[in-house]
C-alpha cells in the first residue's frame, strides 16, 4: 500500500524559511503525476498551494507566488516544498498529495500532514 510521508515542518519566525519534504512509500509505484501541497489554517478548508506536473510544470496559488518553490524528484519518488519569506498567515498544516499509479489502480494519496508555524 503506497503512503506519503511527510517531513519538515516546525517553528519558524517571520521572515524565515522551511522546507517540507514528502516521500511517496511502501507499494509498487509505476510513476506519479500531479504532486500537490495544500494548507489548512485552523477553521478553514483545505487549499491547493502548489502543484508540479510530472514533466516538471509548475502552479502557485498567489498568496505564496514568488516566496514558495515546488520541486521534485522522480527518481525518489518525493516532492518538496521550499518556503521562504514566511509569514505569520502561513502557519497551518501542509499535506501533501499526489496522483500515483500503483499495483491495481491509479488514485489520489495523501499524506498525515506537518504543523507550519510562522511566529516571533
Known amino acids: 500500500q503506497v503512503q506519503l510521508v511527510e517531513s519538515g515542518g516546525g517553528l519558524v519566525q517571520p521572515g524565515g524559511s522551511l522546507r517540507l519534504s514528502c516521500a511517496a512509500s511502501?507499494?509498487?509505484?509505476?510513476?506519479?503525476?500531479?504532486m500537490n501541497w495544500y494548507q489548512q489554517a485552523p477553521g478553514k478548508q483545505r487549499d491547493l498551494v502548489a502543484t508540479?506536473?510530472?514533466?516538471?510544470?509548475?502552479y502557485y496559488a498567489g498568496s505564496v507566488k514568488g516566496r514558495f518553490t515546488i520541486s521534485r524528484d522522480n527518481a525518489k519518488n518525493t516532492v518538496y516544498l521550499q518556503m521562504n519569506s514566511l509569514k505569520p498567515d502561513d502557519t497551518a498544516v501542509y499535506y501533501c498529495?499526489?496522483?500515483?499509479?500503483?499495483?491495481?489502480?491509479?488514485?489520489?494519496?495523501w499524506g498525515q500532514g506537518t504543523q507550519v508555524t510562522v511566529s516571533s
Open positions: 511502501a507499494g509498487i509505484i509505476f510513476k506519479i503525476y500531479d
Open positions: 508540479i506536473t510530472n514533466g516538471g510544470n509548475t
Open positions: 498529495n499526489a496522483d500515483i499509479w500503483s499495483v491495481g489502480s491509479r488514485r489520489n494519496y
